[in-house]
């Protein structure tokens, strides 16, 4: 790993840490916010090899001295990683990095802390964090990861530099997606519904988008082609997977990636759509309709998302729906 290809996801962050460590001006406390998968953990660890890197060049760590090497392996004496102790970061395990901070390094004078879910931390621990912010023990640097940055103590916030971590590009997010295990038809389908890695993750369990996925594309042929059969995959299938607001609503929005799919294929963009594996279907579908139905069609999906969150009876709501997406 190098700045050069964590710089392609962070550009920002990257370039700010960067700066600061060829001017030799890094902060003793950085957080570092962000959804989960934006590389907050890896810029962190970085960070470490390039601030004990005795055979750096510029800013850029070896990648093969005994510094970088262990850093890597997790094994360096004066980098040191705190994680939650079950659901919580405890202040026994601030108090253990407090006598840390009072040692002096093992091989050098230089320590470098990173608390990981720093927002799980009890409130009895986020204060005794805050003796290492307001008196640090230079030359000592302190990381902070976080998912959720409005669950850390305002004081803690204060004594620290916080560089917000940027979703992936579509692009990066999906392959992170597909090297996790999913198909990349799923993997990009469930790219353009959500950006955060844990909801996708969490989508992607027990199949449930798998089978929701399956049945807006048979709902979507049997609007197209099988009209008579509508009603009975809406009561079969669709009220009986599709339970709940939240997830009515991806159902809803996976039927709107559809037409707006065939929107992109009457615009000759393929490149665009996110059934990807579905591209023959959309291109038979796209020759019995115009750019104008379309936008009808996607129109009224948008309405039915608008009412769903008004407390419209869904299957009133989705009949109503199926009708109009029939009708164009």
């Known amino acids: 790993m190098s700045w050069k290809t964590l710089e392609q996801s962070q550009e920002k962050v990257v370039k700010m840490l960067t700066n600061s460590i060829h001017r030799d001006r890094l902060a003793h406390?950085?957080?570092?916010?962000?959804a989960r998968g934006t590389g907050k953990k890896e810029v962190a660890f970085q960070l470490a090899k390039s601030y004990f890197c005795k055979e750096r060049t510029s800013v850029e760590p070896c990648q093969r001295c005994s510094d970088c090497k262990r850093i890597t392996s997790k094994n360096?004496?004066?980098?040191h990683l705190i994680s939650p102790d079950g659901q919580s970061i405890k202040k026994q395990q601030v108090e253990h990095l407090q006598k840390e901070f009072s040692y002096r390094g093992v091989e050098s004078k230089q320590k470098v802390y990173i608390v990981e879910h720093a927002e799980k931390m009890t409130a009895s621990a986020a204060n005794s964090l805050l003796k290492f912010l307001e008196e640090p023990n230079s030359p000592t640097i302190a990381i902070l990861l976080t998912e959720n940055i409005h669950q850390i103590l305002r004081t803690v916030l204060s004594r620290s530099q916080v560089l917000t971590f940027a979703p992936l590009k579509r692009e990066q997010y999906v392959d992170q997606l597909v090297e996790s295990g999913m198909t990349r038809a799923m993997?990009?389908?469930l790219g353009t519904i959500t950006t955060n890695i844990s909801e996708a993750e969490k989508f992607s369990q027990d199949d449930w988008i798998v089978q929701a996925r399956n049945v807006v594309l048979q709902l979507t042929e049997e609007v197209h082609s099988r009209p008579q059969h509508v009603l009975f995959t809406l009561q079969e299938k669709w009220l009986p997977l599709f339970q709940g607001k939240d997830q009515a609503d991806i159902g809803l929005e996976l039927l709107l990636l559809?037409?707006?799919?065939?929107?992109?294929?009457?615009?000759?963009?393929?490149?665009?759509?996110?059934?990807?594996?579905?591209?023959?279907r959309l291109e038979q579908q796209a020759l019995y309709s115009s750019q104008d139905k379309i936008q009808r069609q996607m129109t009224a999906i948008?309405?039915?998302?608008?009412?769903?969150?008004?407390?419209?009876n869904p299957q009133l709501l989705m009949e109503k729906l199926l009708f109009k997406l029939q009708e164009g």
């Open 29 to 34: 406390a950085y957080i570092f916010e962000g």
């Open 187 to 189: 993997a990009v389908c």
């Open 302 to 312: 948008f309405e039915a998302k608008r009412h769903l969150h008004a407390n419209v």
């Open 76 to 79: 360096h004496p004066d980098v």
């Open 258 to 280: 559809w037409y707006r799919d065939l929107l992109y294929i009457q615009m000759d963009n393929k490149a665009e759509c996110v059934f990807v594996d579905q591209v023959e």
